[in-house]
């Protein structure tokens, strides 16, 4: 749990209550957004580790993250326009770092500075990019990777 003056943030595992709420962030924030029934899907994904973030009660952002022989690959991660800038993502993604793995990858839009930036100072560096990654509109992605153990 991360406190805030006035404000509480709390994470918690994704949960078939948090489907529909999920499902409107997705559709706030992208501009391809997951259905109802692919997040749905996941709660029956043995190698999803989805997480919903709460702001003072109420849904606000979510973090949806595969988890494959230790190796750490965040598929979504998305917060409510009006709950920006409170540190939801970051608590979002420090909670995901609590897993034990090798490293833990994402794409971004290259046009996202301010993820970029919240990523690079969550200790993510930049690795390579995708060209047209993203659709509507088309965009390169770069690709940004955390280690926490040496790979041998």
């Given at each position: 749990m991360v406190r805030h003056t006035?404000?509480?943030i709390t994470i918690e595992s994704f949960k078939k209550e948090h489907v529909?709420?999920?499902?409107?962030?997705?559709?706030?924030?992208f501009s391809s957004p997951w259905s109802e029934n692919a997040?749905?899907?996941?709660?029956t994904n043995e190698n999803a580790h989805f997480l919903t973030a709460f702001f003072n009660g109420e849904i606000a952002g979510y973090l949806g993250l595969h988890i494959i022989c230790g190796e750490g690959y965040i598929t979504n991660i998305a917060v409510l326009p009006d709950y920006r800038r409170h540190g939801i993502a970051k608590a979002l993604i420090t909670e995901a770092f609590k897993n034990d793995l090798t490293f833990i990858t994402l794409e971004v839009r290259k046009s996202?500075?301010?993820?970029i930036s919240l990523y690079k100072s969550l200790g993510f560096d930049e690795v390579g990019e995708r060209k047209s990654f993203?659709?509507?509109p088309e965009e390169n992605a770069i690709?940004?990777?955390k280690?926490?153990?040496?790979?041998?």
């Open positions: 006035l404000t509480m529909k709420a999920v499902a409107e962030i997705e559709k706030a924030c997040l749905s899907e996941e709660l996202n500075l301010p993820a993203y659709s509507n690709l940004m990777t280690h926490f153990k040496e790979i041998v």
